[in-house]
């Protein structure tokens, strides 16, 4: 948390921490789950099981966040050009699947006329 970083690439770290400890907490709580079925402790699985759904919907809090823009964000702070880039490779792409497309529809109107 002391690094010189700008806000942006804090928040993409802090959210990449919380989803390291929250993927931790799952593999935990599946293990849990699984040993306390193995030995027929199946109240102790379904509340176990609980706790791992929690933690579940926690990381895709937090999956829901970075991909929601900070990423994003983040990206686009660190290597501005690269952004430039991809919205132009992006739009390139665009571009040619649009043509693909209507090369599509131009072949099947061909075939229909044969």
Request: aromatic share 2%; net charge negative; proline share 1%.
């Amino acid at each position: 948390m002391h690094e010189d970083l700008d806000d942006a690439a804090m928040d993409a770290c802090v959210i990449g921490g919380g989803q390291r400890a929250e993927h931790y907490e799952m593999a935990v709580y599946a293990t849990l789950v699984a040993w306390a079925r193995v030995m027929g402790h199946d109240q102790a699985a379904d509340l176990l099981e609980q706790n791992l759904d929690a933690e579940k919907a926690a990381d895709e809090k937090l999956n829901d966040l970075a991909e929601g823009g900070i990423n994003r964000e983040a990206a686009d702070v660190a290597h501005p050009r690269r952004e430039r880039e991809t919205r132009s490779r992006s739009t390139s792409i665009r571009a040619h699947s649009g043509r693909r497309e209507r090369a599509s529809v131009m072949d099947r109107r061909r075939r229909r006329k044969s």
